[in-house]
């Protein structure tokens, strides 16, 4: 069967415990973290490019729109990538111990299928 489309979204609770730690460091920590973080955050991608439909990216600030109008919004979304595997399970195992959270504060990655109308429950095409 060919591969799925997924969409892989980090979280921040910067109440939470992982944001309480970075906000603990120093500058010059955070900074030493970072230059750890990025090279790594790079050979991630480097390593999963072929699998990498759409790098995605942060995520700014939030309006949330309801039936009875528009006001800013606090969430968790992190940052986005969109990957191609032949399961959600290979999905998903793309991204443990990804960068942004074993050496940034992310929390969490969700990794869900796209779907469509030729697509199985899991996104991948239809036999």
């Known amino acids: 069967m060919a591969d799925g489309t997924y969409l892989a979204v980090f979280y921040s609770n910067k109440a939470g415990p992982k944001w309480q730690a970075w906000y603990g460091l120093s500058e010059e920590q955070q900074k030493a973290r970072q230059a750890v973080g990025i090279p790594a955050l790079e050979a991630w991608d480097e390593a999963h490019k072929d699998a990498i439909v759409y790098m995605g990216g942060p995520l700014g600030k939030t309006l949330q729109v309801t039936d009875t109008g528009t006001a800013k919004a606090v969430n968790e979304l992190t940052a986005f990538v969109v990957v191609r595997a032949p399961s959600l399970e290979a999905a998903a195992l793309m991204f443990e111990g990804h960068p942004h959270m074993s050496i940034f504060p992310c929390?969490?990655?969700?990794?869900?299928?796209?779907?469509?109308?030729?697509?199985?429950?899991?996104?991948?095409?239809k036999a």
Do not use: Q, S
């Not at 929390?107 to 095409?125: F, K, Q, S, W, Y």
């Open 107 to 125: 929390h969490a990655v969700d990794v869900m299928p796209l779907l469509g109308m030729e697509t199985d429950d899991e996104g991948r095409p």
